[in-house]
C-alpha cells in the first residue's frame, strides 16, 4: 500500500491512517512512532494536525457514534409507529456500520482505558438505551413480542449487528450492503414481530 506524500496530508487523512493502525495493533498497542511509521510522516508532522493520539481516537469514535446518532433524529425514525421506527433505525445500523465499517470496528473496540474511551462507552450505552426504549414501545403497542425480555432482545438484535465488523469487507465480493441490511431486517424482525 502507497502511502500519500506528506504535503497531500490532511487531517481527515491522518485519521484513516490511525484508524487503520488501531484497529491493526489496538489503541493502547500503537504508539505515535506506529503512527508516523504508517503514515510517513515525522512525529511532529503529525502533531501538527492533532494534540496526539488520544485526540486522533476521539476523532474516529465520534465519527461512528455521530453517524449512529444521526439516525435517531431521521424523520423514520421519530414519526409513525415504533415498531417501525424501529425497523428503520436496524436498518440504518447496519448501513451505518458499513458506511463507517473502519470507525464502528474501533467504537466497538474500545475498553474504558482512558478518558475517550470512557466517553465513547457511556455515548454507546446512551444510544443502545434509546434503542431499547424504541423497542419497549413497540412491545407495549403490541407490535413485537412481549415475551421476550427488552433488555435482552436488545442485545440480541446488537449482537447480530456488531458481528458484522468481524467477516463484512467491501473489497470481497459478495452481499451488497443493501442485501446484508435487509437481512439483518429480516432476520431479527421475523422474530420480533408477531406471526
Known amino acids: 500500500m502507497t502511502t500519500p506524500r506528506r504535503d497531500t ?36 508532522s503529525i502533531y501538527h494536525h492533532v494534540s496526539g493520539k ?9 465519527r461512528a457514534l455521530d453517524g449512529l446518532f444521526a439516525i435517531l433524529d431521521e424523520e423514520h425514525a421519530r414519526a409513525g409507529r415504533p415498531a417501525d421506527r424501529l425497523e428503520h433505525v436496524v436498518r440504518r445500523m447496519v448501513e451505518v456500520l458499513i458506511a ?6 474501533l467504537l466497538l473496540r474500545v475498553r474504558g482505558n482512558t478518558e475517550t474511551e470512557r466517553w ?10 434509546r434503542v431499547a426504549e424504541l423497542l419497549k414501545a413497540a412491545a407495549a403497542d403490541g407490535d413485537v413480542r412481549g415475551d421476550v425480555e427488552v433488555r435482552l432482545a436488545t442485545r440480541l438484535v446488537f449482537g447480530m ?5 468481524e467477516w463484512y469487507r467491501p473489497d470481497v465480493r459478495g452481499a451488497s450492503d443493501r442485501e446484508v441490511a435487509e437481512a ?12
Open 120 to 129: 465513547a462507552l457511556e455515548r454507546r450505552r446512551d444510544f443502545d438505551h
Open 9 to 44: 496530508y490532511t487531517p481527515e487523512t491522518l485519521l484513516s491512517v490511525a484508524v487503520r493502525v488501531f484497529n491493526e495493533r489496538g489503541y493502547d498497542g500503537t504508539s505515535m512512532e506506529h503512527l508516523s511509521r504508517a503514515a510517513g510522516i515525522s512525529k511532529s
Open 54 to 62: 488520544e485526540e486522533l481516537l476521539r476523532r474516529a469514535v465520534s
Open 161 to 165: 449487528i456488531n458481528s458484522i465488523v
Open 100 to 105: 463507517e465499517l473502519p470507525y464502528v470496528t
Open 184 to 195: 439483518v431486517v429480516r432476520l431479527v424482525f421475523s422474530g420480533l414481530r408477531h406471526g
